[in-house]
């Protein structure tokens, strides 16, 4: 990604084929520093919750799909960071 001057802000990485989702969020394309990660616990789930982690696995947050109602709009909400 890149900002409106055409500087790297943050590359991202997602392995193809993966039953789960996973993407890795680095500071640069060099992919050495990670800076944060989203992942799902389910796979193929309509109503799939990404949770978002820091580098050292902190939980910043969730956001989720409302099920069926999703398959036509894509909206996410907003939720609790899991307290697990």
Not at 9 to 30: G, L, R, W
Not at 59 to 71: A, P
Request: with cysteine.
């Amino acid at each position: 990604m890149t900002d409106a001057s055409g500087r790297v802000v943050c590359f991202t990485k997602q392995k193809p084929f993966k039953f789960k989702e996973h993407v890795e969020i680095f500071n640069d394309k060099s992919k050495t520093t990670l800076l944060a990660e989203i992942k799902t616990k389910k796979f193929n789930d309509w109503s799939a919750r990404y949770h978002f982690t820091d580098a050292t696995g902190n939980d910043l947050g969730t956001v989720g799909r409302r099920g069926w109602r999703s398959i036509w709009r894509g909206p996410l909400r907003s939720l609790q960071p899991r307290l697990s």
